[in-house]
């Protein structure tokens, strides 16, 4: 069975700080992990994802994240926010079936 | 490519009516989800289709139906309507790649407002 975890449903940060959003996962089999973005009114967007391979991900906007199989986590960041990030972000697990699971998400506020 | 395209964007219904939702998957992609968002309980897996045939549920009152088309296209439907059904309904869709994962693209939804 898988699950995900994100810790802080409410995360503000300073326009130019780092963003940091936590994602711990549960999976019996090797995941497959993602990061969304969602804007108000609209649906949600793949910043990133984890397959196998390399355990940092690159993804759209500056976002980064890594897969770090010991800790079971895959937690997002970008070294600098812009007011453009404040969103919706929502961790994702898949593996073994068809379905996703989803994390109850974190809203990010840029302060300016 | 044309994304996934969902409609009505929006619709208002009375208690006890029944809707119907629909999608348009990406073009080549045979899965299509369905997940009810709402505030308070976040995304909920409603139910998969893969070339017409459903292929997993979620934990959701048979009031919740789906099914899929020979073309990919999927409706929804929710029959008698109860004010909790109020919510974002996101359809995603998906075309599975053994290698790479699945990635699911998801439409802009339809907000359902239930009164």
């Known amino acids: 069975a898988q699950s995900v975890t994100q810790l802080g449903s409410h995360v503000s940060v300073s326009e130019g700080a780092l963003v940091l959003l936590r994602c711990n996962y549960s999976s019996s089999v090797p995941p497959y992990l993602f990061w969304y973005v969602q804007y108000p009114n609209q649906g949600l967007q793949l910043l990133l994802k984890y397959t196998t391979g390399a355990t940092l991900v690159k993804g759209i906007n500056g976002f980064e994240a890594e897969f770090k199989k010991s800790e079971t986590s895959f937690h997002l960041t970008k070294p600098s926010a812009h007011m453009s990030d404040a969103a919706e972000y929502f961790c994702a697990v898949s593996g073994g079936g068809n379905q996703f699971y989803f994390g109850t998400g974190t809203s990010l506020t840029v302060i300016p | 490519k044309a994304g996934v395209t969902q409609t009505p964007r929006y619709l208002i219904k009375t208690r006890g009516q029944q809707v119907t939702l629909s999608c348009s998957p990406i073009s080549g992609h045979r899965s299509v989800s369905w997940y009810q968002q709402t505030p308070g309980q976040g995304l909920q897996f409603l139910f998969e289709y893969f070339s017409e045939t459903q292929r997993n549920k979620g934990n959701f009152p048979g009031r919740f139906s789906g099914r899929q088309f020979s073309n990919s296209r999927s409706e929804m439907n929710v029959s008698t309507l109860e004010l909790g059904d109020s919510a974002l309904y996101l359809c995603?869709?998906?075309?599975?790649?053994?290698?790479?994962?699945?990635?699911?693209?998801f439409g802009p939804g339809t907000r359902l407002t239930v009164t």
């Open positions: 995603a869709s998906s075309f599975f790649d053994n290698r790479q994962g699945r990635e699911q693209y």
